[in-house]
């Protein structure tokens, strides 16, 4: 039998992106855009775009402009020959790997304001960040130009952003949402994770730990509605029993549709359980699917 070997085609320049798809504007493209230090999470990804796609385009870039002043834009783990090395192995067909000024001219106008989700905590936290994902995601849809593109439910509350954009602005391209991808102990696989040092890494799966007890309220009540307050205090307080963590920056329960927040649960209504810590000097987030919030992950 003769194997079949794709190679992987680089491409730093958006004319050059341009030309790929020119190239193959017949086939169906899944995309996956990342900002690299590629992990399982990312590959997951990857591989479901393969088995529904003619050809799979991954993109890597550190986008600036969803960091806000005094984030970890500079130290974010950055490292595009070990990158390349892993889309080689799992038979990735195209890599947009730009530098920031082949994407941003330092004259640009415009940008997609996301206003509507102004409300979200990490919206408030983080004061550029939703408007910086909505640019890049709709800048590099532009560039790729891509049948499908391929989200992870860990950033949840991006996923309904960008399905939102693409509903209000028509753009052409489906969006699907893929499961967390998790280490054993339930820790959601981050690129941010190499932060952790070990003493560190062995309490994080606190967070995951905490929304479990969510969980586990909600599920034991599943015949009436809980209250949310109720379930926030069970999850902070499972969080806050390990002395690691130093705060946490919200529990918020939000409803799938619009990440408004729920004053309470049904399995019925559905419900996305999400939150931010810090563990020593590290930011970690996580959420968890309630009821009926589980039709995301389509
Ligand atoms: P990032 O490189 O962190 O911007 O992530 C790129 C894409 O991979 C985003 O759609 C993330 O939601 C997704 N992703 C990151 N971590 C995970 C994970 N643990 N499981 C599933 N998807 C993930």
Redesign the pocket.
């Known amino acids: 039998m003769k194997l079949q070997r794709r190679l992987l085609h680089v491409a730093r320049i958006i004319e050059d992106m341009r030309g790929y798809h020119h190239l193959n504007r017949d086939k169906r493209i899944g995309y996956?855009?990342?900002?690299?230090a590629l992990h399982n999470?990312?590959l997951?990804?990857m591989q479901q775009a393969k088995r529904e796609n003619d050809l799979v385009v991954a993109s890597v870039f550190v986008n600036p402009t969803q960091f806000s002043a005094g984030e970890d834009f500079d130290r974010y783990p950055r490292d595009l020959d070990s990158d390349i090395k892993m889309l080689k192995s799992i038979g990735v067909d195209c890599v947009f790997a730009p530098e920031t000024d082949e994407i941003y001219s330092k004259d640009r106008l415009c940008h997609v304001e996301a206003s509507a989700f102004s409300h979200i905590y990490e919206g408030q936290l983080r004061p550029e960040f939703f408007r910086g994902v909505a640019t890049i995601v709709c800048k590099l849809f532009n560039i790729v130009q891509p049948t499908t593109a391929y989200?992870?439910?860990?950033?949840v509350s991006?996923c309904i952003l960008i399905r939102k954009m693409v509903d209000d602005l028509n753009m052409p391209v489906k969006i699907k949402v893929?499961e967390?991808?998790?280490d054993a102990d339930g820790l959601?696989?981050?690129?941010r994770n190499a932060y952790l040092t070990p003493e560190e890494r062995k309490v994080s799966n606190i967070l995951y730990l905490g929304l479990q007890e969510g969980r586990k309220h909600i599920e034991a009540n599943f015949q009436h509605a809980v209250s949310s307050k109720e379930v926030i205090k069970l999850i902070s307080d499972k969080i806050m029993s390990e002395p690691f963590v130093k705060r946490i920056e919200y529990v918020s329960i939000a409803s799938h549709i619009n990440m408004a927040e729920l004053s309470d649960i049904s399995l019925k209504t559905g419900a996305v359980i999400s939150s931010a810590i810090r563990l020593g000097n590290v930011r970690l987030i996580d959420n968890i699917l309630i009821g009926k919030a589980n039709d995301l992950l389509q």
């Open positions: 996956v855009p990342t900002m690299g999470g990312h997951t990804l989200f992870g439910q860990k950033d991006q893929i967390t991808i998790r959601a696989l981050s690129s």
